[in-house]
């Protein structure tokens, strides 16, 4: 028997607002579009080329540096033009200052966001904040293959094994195990997940240094090639850093003897430490995987004075942009991985389960938040 419902009466829509949500339309459909013309934009070289041209370039400038064939040189405004649209650079423009009117009398100058993507020498400032090697690790073809099958993961059987993610299903394997057949992936991908580190440790250490008073020794679980070690070592050389990873980590590190790599696995045992830092950790683990690595975190400090300290999101920021970056990168760990990106209160349900008493947490840097676990 079909069931009757009452007819749905579409929502009163002007032209004006159909024209916009058309533009609004086109602009998701071909937003991927945005991601390829910054991983093409940061291969050409565009942003250093512009920084080492002073910090303004024309057309002319770019074309002579730049290694783009002869005969593909034409197509190189129409790509500035959508880079300056995106708000990646920004250009001065005689006369109307159109967009439409970029060329070859078109200046081009790096905004906040392209200064990010500046490579430079190890003299250059800008080497220790560029982020353009965090871009093209996370824009390979893998992970965008595997973005590719979103909507066939949702109808997936999720009993077997392939579908357990999206990536999976896409790759035949999970991430970890690409990386170590793939030899020139898993070097981009580990230098972009340092500079990220590098960039986000700048800013933890200088606005929020407070969280590692009184911390005599500290233990960065899963803290890959040491990154985030070596910035805490630097800025506070009293405390004694060591990194736990797992063997083919670790392995492959030489260490400068600013930090102690130590083989091993959180899931089982943590050495003793004041405190445990757990950086981009987390997020990539289901619930109760969270609680099992808090559980050993809880048992490798001391009660009272031992801490965890935590960098994750958490989601809910109050600005749009930020908020869109965080529910972005929820989107990108239900790709790659089991995890998820959390609300309060879902940490602090996590925090209860694994026993711990109480936390603060403060916003850090835009989407991040430093939190601090208590026994």
């Given at each position: 028997?079909?069931?009757?419902?009452?007819?749905?009466?579409?929502?009163?829509?002007?032209?004006?607002?159909?024209?916009?949500?058309?533009?609004?339309?086109?602009?998701?459909?071909?937003s991927y579009l945005k991601s390829m013309a910054l991983?093409?934009?940061?291969?050409?070289?565009?942003?250093?080329?512009?920084?080492?041209c002073g910090g303004t370039a024309s057309l002319p400038?770019?074309?002579?540096?730049?290694?783009?064939?002869?005969?593909?040189?034409?197509?190189?405004?129409?790509?500035?033009?959508?880079?300056?649209?995106?708000?990646?650079?920004?250009?001065?423009?005689?006369?109307?200052?159109?967009?439409?009117?970029?060329?070859?009398?078109?200046?081009?100058?790096?905004?906040?966001?392209?200064?990010?993507?500046?490579?430079?020498?190890?003299?250059?400032?800008?080497?220790?904040?560029?982020?353009?090697?965090?871009?093209?690790?996370?824009?390979?073809?893998?992970?965008?293959?595997?973005?590719?099958?979103?909507?066939?993961?949702?109808?997936?059987?999720?009993?077997?094994?392939?579908?357990?993610?999206?990536?999976?299903?896409?790759?035949?394997?999970?991430?970890?195990?690409?990386?170590?057949?793939?030899?020139?992936?898993?070097?981009?991908?580990?230098?972009?997940?340092?500079?990220?580190?590098?960039?986000?440790?700048?800013?933890?250490?200088?606005?929020?240094?407070?969280?590692?008073?009184?911390?005599?020794?500290?233990?960065?679980?899963?803290?890959?090639?040491?990154?985030?070690?070596?910035?805490?070592?630097?800025?506070?050389?009293?405390?004694?850093?060591?990194?736990?990873?797992?063997?083919?980590?670790?392995?492959?590190?030489?260490?400068?003897?600013?930090?102690?790599?130590?083989?091993?696995?959180?899931?089982?045992?943590?050495?003793?430490?004041?405190?445990?830092?757990?950086?981009?950790?987390?997020?990539?683990?289901?619930?109760?995987?969270?609680v099992k690595i808090l559980t050993q975190c809880k048992?490798?400090?001391?009660?009272?004075?031992?801490?965890?300290?935590?960098?994750?999101?958490?989601?809910?920021?109050?600005?749009?942009?930020?908020?869109?970056?965080?529910?972005?990168?929820?989107?990108?760990?239900?790709?790659?991985?089991?995890?998820?990106?959390?609300?309060?209160?879902?940490?602090?349900?996590?925090?209860?389960?694994?026993?711990?008493?109480?936390?603060?947490?403060?916003?850090?840097?835009?989407?991040?938040?430093?939190?601090?676990?208590?026994?």
């Amino acid at each position: 028997m079909v069931e009757n419902h009452p007819a749905v009466t579409m929502p009163t829509t002007s032209d004006k607002e159909l024209l916009q949500a058309h533009a609004e339309l086109w602009n998701l459909t071909f937003s991927y579009l945005k991601s390829m013309a910054l991983e093409c934009a940061i291969n050409l070289g565009i942003p250093t080329a512009i920084h080492r041209c002073g910090g303004t370039a024309s057309l002319p400038d770019l074309l002579a540096t730049l290694p783009i064939l002869e005969r593909k040189k034409s197509y190189l405004p129409r790509l500035m033009r959508f880079l300056v649209a995106s708000g990646i650079f920004t250009v001065d423009v005689p006369a109307t200052g159109e967009c439409a009117n970029v060329g070859a009398t078109s200046t081009y100058r790096l905004t906040p966001l392209s200064c990010l993507l500046v490579d430079g020498d190890d003299t250059d400032a800008h080497q220790r904040t560029s982020l353009s090697s965090f871009v093209l690790s996370q824009t390979n073809k893998y992970h965008v293959t595997a973005a590719m099958h979103f909507s066939e993961w949702f109808t997936s059987d999720e009993g077997s094994a392939s579908a357990e993610m999206p990536y999976m299903m896409a790759n035949g394997t999970n991430p970890w195990a690409i990386m170590a057949r793939d030899p020139k992936l898993n070097q981009v991908f580990n230098a972009g997940m340092a500079a990220d580190t590098q960039f986000a440790m700048n800013f933890i250490v200088s606005n929020c240094g407070e969280v590692f008073e009184g911390v005599t020794s500290i233990v960065d679980v899963a803290g890959g090639t040491g990154t985030a070690a070596r910035a805490i070592a630097k800025a506070f050389p009293h405390i004694k850093c060591s990194v736990l990873d797992l063997p083919n980590v670790i392995n492959s590190i030489s260490s400068d003897g600013t930090v102690e790599y130590i083989v091993g696995d959180m899931m089982s045992s943590i050495p003793r430490t004041d405190a445990v830092f757990l950086k981009y950790v987390l997020h990539d683990w289901k619930d109760e995987d969270c609680v099992k690595i808090l559980t050993q975190c809880k048992k490798a400090i001391p009660k009272p004075g031992g801490k965890v300290i935590i960098v994750d999101m958490v989601v809910g920021s109050p600005s749009k942009s930020m908020f869109e970056a965080q529910v972005l990168f929820d989107l990108l760990m239900m790709v790659m991985t089991s995890g998820k990106e959390r609300e309060e209160h879902e940490w602090g349900k996590i925090f209860k389960d694994a026993g711990f008493s109480h936390y603060k947490t403060r916003p850090v840097m835009g989407c991040m938040a430093v939190t601090e676990l208590y026994p």
